[in-house]
């Protein structure tokens, strides 16, 4: 059982940037794909970006590219999710996810996850 804390939301204006960080609790990230979805009021779960198994390939959502950026530390404790530019559509509850295995990026692009963490709440004011 891999259990993820997300940490790092918060309430800020359009324009700033926050930085989501995911710990896996008590383990690593080795072999995992890591990645972040985020959920807004009345909106379906979407896919925001994910990291591979090996840290060396990124994938994002196109509403994200050239905002945000996700990597992860040389330990592969955490990943992390740096947003800049935000603007208020990208307010939302975000959740970190993680997929066992060299395939698992696959999974996440499609949604799919075999452990969530419990969100956290970014909030962007106009």
Do not use: H
Not at 15 to 34: H, I, K, P, Q
Not at 38 to 57: D, M, N
Not at 90 to 119: H, I, K, M, P
Request: hydrophobic share 35%; glycine share 12%.
């Amino acid at each position: 059982q891999v259990q993820l804390v997300e940490s790092g939301g918060g309430l800020v204006q359009a324009g700033d940037s926050l930085r989501l960080s995911c710990a896996a609790s008590g383990r690593t990230f080795s072999s995992y794909a890591v990645g972040w979805f985020r959920q807004a009021p009345g909106k379906e779960r979407e896919f925001v970006a994910a990291i591979s198994w090996s840290g060396g390939t990124t994938y994002y959502a196109d509403s994200v590219k050239g905002r945000f950026t996700i990597s992860e530390d040389n330990a592969k404790t955490t990943v992390y999710l740096q947003m800049n530019s935000l603007k208020p559509e990208d307010t939302a509850v975000y959740y970190c996810a993680a997929v066992f295995g060299r395939n698992g990026v696959s999974y996440l692009r499609g949604g799919e996850a075999d452990y969530w963490g419990q969100g956290t709440q970014v909030t962007v004011s106009s």
